[in-house]
């Protein structure tokens, strides 16, 4: 499945410093990954199956998902924290339950569909993550993100769970992890390296338009404590920050890209992973 971009890149070899994190990195430290942001979100519906279905087929190496915690508990895949841009209704997924949720319907006018009922339209409707890892294929492998936890008491604790559940916390015969937990929320990453320190974490870091990308000393000390790498904003990306990172042994994977210029550029600056909404950006 693992997809091989047709160009020649250097080999990235990590330096394992004294300073680096204190465990091997889970994470591969060469190769060019492609992670389909959202499924094949260019393409069909975001964060729906026949969007993660479709990212399969155009041999991402990766799928990335949205995951939120339902009034009764429910981990959901859906990207923003209220249901307002994608369907017909208003308000906060925390405050509706699992069957509610499978009720709503989509407003065409707003963005691409996440939530429809009834009809041909009915596979596009709000998926729960356990109806992802039943419905993908067992060699798929994920980037999961957690949103602001705030919101939602116990959801490291759930999705922990739920990956062990589908054994998840594993690598397959390559040495790639089966799957990858990112998020801006520092405080959720602690959390489910606690739970489980062999599950892969990624710290996304966001930077203004025209600002490059840099991490303060203090900020990096403690980013190693429990990361494998970093996710930034691919216009900041710079050739000595993604030095610098593997310097220090972590990995670097920028988002979103849908510009194929842009992704050989990262790649060749040894970027070790890309999110695009259209998993066949590269394929000429």
């Known amino acids: 499945m693992k997809k091989l971009v047709g160009i020649c890149i250097t080999l990235i070899v990590l330096s394992a410093c004294s300073f680096g994190p204190k465990w091997d990195n889970p994470l591969p430290e060469d190769g060019f990954f492609i992670i389909a942001h959202r499924g094949a979100s260019a393409y069909e519906p975001e964060n729906t199956l026949p969007s993660f279905e479709l990212a399969e087929k155009l041999d991402a190496d990766f799928i990335e998902l949205d995951v939120h915690l339902t009034k009764d508990g429910e981990l959901i895949v859906m990207h923003d924290d209220e249901v307002d841009r994608t369907t017909e209704s ?9 069957a509610e949720l499978k009720e709503l319907t989509a407003n065409k006018d ?6 429809v009922s009834g009809g041909d339209e009915e596979a596009y409707e709000i998926p729960t993550l356990s109806e992802v890892f039943d419905e ?4 798929i492998h994920y980037v999961i993100e957690l949103k602001d936890t705030k919101q939602y008491s116990g959801i490291e604790k759930k999705l922990v769970e739920l990956m062990k559940d589908y054994e998840l916390i594993k690598k397959d015969s390559k040495g790639i992890p089966k799957a990858v937990i990112h998020s801006f ?6 959390e489910v390296h606690k739970l489980e320190p062999d599950i892969p974490l990624l710290q996304l870091i966001s930077f203004d338009e025209d600002e490059e990308a840099e991490i303060s000393k203090k900020e990096m000390k403690d980013i190693l404590t429990y990361a494998s790498g970093v996710g930034v904003s691919y216009e ?7 030095n610098e990172m593997h310097g220090k042994g972590l990995v670097v994977h920028a988002y979103t890209v849908d510009d194929a210029e842009a992704a050989l550029r990262l790649m060749a600056m040894g970027v070790n992973g890309i999110h695009t909404n259209e998993p066949d ?3 000429e």
Do not use: N, Q
């Open 185 to 190: 929320d520092k405080k959720a990453l602690k």
């Open 90 to 98: 208003i308000g906060k997924i925390k405050d509706y339950t699992l």
């Open 136 to 139: 993908m294929e067992d060699d």
């Open 236 to 242: 900041a990306i710079t050739p000595s920050f993604v």
């Open 281 to 283: 950006l590269l394929d």
């Open 110 to 115: 707003k963005g691409k569909i996440v939530a």
